[in-house]
Antibody, heavy 119, light 110 residues
Framework: EVQLVQSGADVKKPGESLRISCKGS????????ISWVRQMPGKGLEWMGS????????KYSPSLQGHVTISVDKSITTASLQWASLKASDTAMYYC????????????WGQGTLVTVSS | QSGLTQPPSASGTTGQRVTISCSGS????????VYWYQQFPGTAPRLLIY???QRPSGVPDRFSGSKSGTSASLAISGLRSEDEADYYC???????????FGGGTKLTVL
């Protein structure tokens, strides 16, 4: 069974750093890109970026590039999303999802990680 | 802007057929597969339709998808109260090099 299990919710202050994670299991981790999707409170889904676990090649949404970093450790089948300096506007639910290259869409999703940034 | 366009809301009565539209451009729907997600409050999106009109295992055949040109639609027949959810269309966008999403449609079952 394909599973993506994300790290738990976190509360941070503006300016703090944060890394959230997504562990894949039940499939060959290096065969599928992992994407991160943001959902701000009461809003829709927004693609943030993707990473190829086989070689760590990354692609970012132009609107978010430079503000977040996506990385992967294939030895533990885990992808990560990190911020060096959080803003209040980063408050959102973050999902990781597996990219199916057959039809270029996200087929399996993690349960989501709620990040709250507040002073 | 690479986003797809959906109506913010849709509604229907139990047993009815409803459709949700999704409009894009040549760089996304016009050149790539369309997929649809269902999302209930507080839960992760669930894949409903992929490759324009294919259903993953476990998705009832009441749900169907279609595409024409740079637009797509999701149809739900035999509407049930448990279908009340948010629905998102999406498609790979060549200019974004990633998936573009619609803004979501909140379906209400009256």
């Amino acid at each position: 069974e394909v599973q993506l299990v994300q790290s738990g919710a976190d509360v941070k202050k503006p300016g703090e750093s944060l890394r959230i994670s997504c562990k894949g299991s039940g499939y060959t981790f290096t065969n599928y890109w992992i994407s991160w999707v943001r959902q701000m409170p009461g809003k829709g889904l927004e693609w943030m970026g993707s990473i190829d676990p086989s070689d760590s090649e990354t692609k970012y949404s132009p609107s978010l590039q430079g503000h977040v970093t996506i990385s992967v450790d294939k030895s533990i089948t885990t992808a990560s999303l990190q911020w060096a300096s959080l803003k209040a506007s980063d408050t959102a639910m973050y999902y990781c999802a597996r990219l199916n290259s057959g039809w270029n869409g996200l087929d399996f999703w993690g349960q989501g990680t709620l990040v709250t940034v507040s002073s | 802007q690479s986003g797809l366009t959906q109506p913010p809301s849709a509604s229907g009565t139990t047993g009815q057929r409803v459709t949700i539209s999704c409009s894009g451009s040549y760089s996304n729907i016009g050149s790539n597969y369309v997929y649809w997600y269902q999302q209930f409050p507080g839960t992760a999106p669930r894949l409903l339709i992929y490759s324009h009109n294919q259903r993953p295992s476990g998705v009832p055949d009441r749900f169907s998808g279609s595409k024409s040109g740079t637009s797509a639609s999701l149809a739900i027949s035999g509407l049930r109260s448990e279908d009340e959810a948010d629905y998102y269309c999406a498609s790979w966008d060549d200019s974004l090099s990633g998936p573009a999403f619609g803004g979501g449609t909140k379906l209400t079952v009256l």
